[in-house]
Each structure stands twice: as structure tokens, then as C-alpha cells.
Nanobody
Framework: VQLQASGGGLVQAGDSLRLSCSISGPDFSKYAMAWFRQSPGKEREIVGFIGWSGATNLDGPVKGRSTLSRDNHKNTVYLQIHSLKPEDTAVYYC????????????????WGQGTQVTVSS
């Protein structure tokens, strides 16, 4: 199983961005998917996760200005963030698990390589 994150880049404060994470392997619908982020000098933090049923949790740092969705036909999960702030600058990682759905990074067996998001003020 391999995860590929994409969609990062350099944007201005107030812009929106959509990150994508595609997963190879069968039965994508059986994977819970999550996004984490890590800024230099800071610990990794959960951004949000989407379960097998499509239920989402976005109680993390982009709460209220983000959406999380999945397309099981394309084996892809999307994280859209609106009203980006300089403090959103980080490497964003996607993760997947067919046994765990939650906010702990330790629960996810599969990780993508990360995509850099840089928000200028």
C-alpha cells in the first residue's frame, strides 16, 4: 500500500488550497484516512480524519475553514482549507489504516511522503 500526497505549494494568506492523497491497493473504501501536519520545531498534529463511512472529524487547527472528503472510485481523499494563515505553513502528511480511525498518528500504518504548504503574509 502506497500513499501519494499532492497539492501543496506557496500561497498567500486568505487563499484556499486543496490537498489530495491517493492510495494504491485494493479496497480503498476500507481505509480510514487522516491528514497531519508538522511545522519546523513543532510536533506533528492532527488536522482531521475521515472514516470508512465517510464521517469526518475536523476539530484540529483548521476547524471551521476546511472540508474533508473521499472519492472511493478514485482512491483519493481531499482536504480543502480556506482562509489560509501563515501559521498553516507546514508539511502536510496523509495517513491510512484499515484497522484504525482516529486522531492518533500511532494508529495509522501507512503514510505518504508529505506535501509542503507555505502561506505568505
Amino acid at each position: 500500500v502506497q500513499l501519494q500526497a499532492s497539492g501543496g505549494g506557496l500561497v498567500q494568506a486568505g487563499d484556499s488550497l486543496r490537498l489530495s492523497c491517493s492510495i494504491s491497493g485494493p479496497d480503498f473504501s476500507k481505509y480510514a484516512m487522516a491528514w497531519f501536519r508538522q511545522s519546523p520545531g513543532k510536533e506533528r498534529e492532527i488536522v482531521g480524519f475521515i472514516g470508512w463511512s465517510g464521517a469526518t472529524n475536523l476539530d484540529g487547527p483548521v476547524k471551521g475553514r476546511s472540508t474533508l472528503s473521499r472519492d472511493n472510485h478514485k482512491n483519493t481523499v481531499y482536504l480543502q482549507i480556506h482562509s489560509l494563515k501563515p501559521e498553516d505553513t507546514a508539511v502536510y502528511y496523509c495517513a491510512g489504516s484499515d484497522t484504525y480511525s482516529g486522531s492518533s498518528g500511532a494508529g495509522y500504518e501507512f503514510w505518504g511522503q508529505g506535501t509542503q504548504v507555505t502561506v505568505s503574509s
